[in-house]
Nanobody, 121 residues
Framework: QVHLVESGGGLVQPGGSLRLSCAAS????????MSWYRQAPGKERELVAT????????NYADSMKGRFTISRDDATMTVYLRMNNLKPEDTAAYYC??????????????WGQGTQVTVSS
């Protein structure tokens, strides 16, 4: 059974930093593309960053480039999101997502339960 468990959210002042973690289990983590999404109240869920498998290539939404860093540790089946210089507009629930193709090439996509990040003074 696939599980994605996010942690590391919380309240931080503007300009501060947080590191989110997503612990994965129940699937071949090293073959999955891992992403972070976020959803603010009243807004649609948006992609924050992706790290692919097996190349480890990364992609970021424009507003996060230079401030956020996604990384993965295949040995511990964990994906991280380091967030620096946080702004109030970064306040949202942050979700971990795993995607891979099954043996029959069907796209598999799973979500974690989310972790809240609040940026406020």
């Amino acid at each position: 059974q696939v599980h994605l468990v996010e942690s590391g959210g919380g309240l931080v002042q503007p300009g501060g930093s947080l590191r989110l973690s997503c612990a994965a289990s129940g699937f071949a983590f090293s073959t999955a593309d891992m992403s972070w999404y976020r959803q603010a109240p009243g807004k649609e869920r948006e992609l924050v960053a992706t790290i692919t498998s097996p190349s480890g290539n990364t992609n970021y939404a424009d507003s996060m480039k230079g401030r956020f860093t996604i990384s993965r540790d295949d040995a511990t089946m964990t994906v991280y999101l380091r967030m620096n210089n946080l702004k109030p507009e970064d306040t949202a629930a942050y979700y971990c997502n795993a995607k891979w193709r099954s043996a029959t090439y069907l796209l598999q996509s799973y979500w974690g339960q989310g972790t809240q990040v609040t940026v406020s003074s």
